[in-house]
């Protein structure tokens, strides 16, 4: 019996199918690779979080109010001064979903009880810093909020607040 690479014919049965599993697997990989990938990859809506989100109009924001704005997970706290602040509503001690309480003035985090001010300022709880901000602009006559840069901070300052 002579083996197939001396007949002249290339690769023996089990070279042809080593190589045939090699390639699978590599086939297998990548795809699964690519898979991650793309679930790792942040996806974001034109006008969704993670973009630039439209507010409104800024006399659509009563001075001394707070206004939820769902699609881009923050409130719009309009200051007695008229500064806007875009607050993101993630608690900065755990990452709870922080509501808004109208009746009580506050926002109060529903996981561990942080409290914060219309400033995002800490006013009990375990909340080490201030709720983090997103930067505002005005275009064509709306706020529009860009979700996709927080702005970590150690305090309020007066300089964080946008005015029109």
């Known amino acids: 019996m002579t083996d197939d690479k001396e007949a002249g014919n290339g690769w023996t049965r089990r070279e042809f199918l080593s190589a045939a599993w090699g390639v699978a697997a590599l086939a297998l990989v990548a795809q699964a690779g690519g898979a991650m990938a793309g679930y790792f990859k942040p996806t974001t809506k034109p006008g969704g979080f993670g973009g630039e ?21 923050f409130y719009i706290s309009r200051l007695e001064d008229g500064g806007f602040l875009a607050l993101w509503w993630r608690c900065t001690h755990l990452g709870c ?25 800490v006013t009990g709880g375990p909340a080490p810093r201030p709720l983090d901000l997103f930067p505002i602009s005005l275009v064509n ?14 305090a309020y300052d007066p300089s964080q607040e946008f005015h029109v």
């Open 97 to 121: 979903t922080v509501p808004w309480s109208q009746s009580e003035d506050e926002f109060h985090c529903p996981c561990h009880g942080s409290l914060f001010n219309t400033k995002g300022e």
């Open 141 to 154: 006559g709306n706020l529009v909020v860009n979700t996709g840069e927080p702005i970590a901070r150690a």
């Open 53 to 73: 989100v439209i507010a409104g109009k800024p006399d659509e924001f009563k001075p001394g109010t707070v206004s939820r704005v769902a699609s881009g997970h």
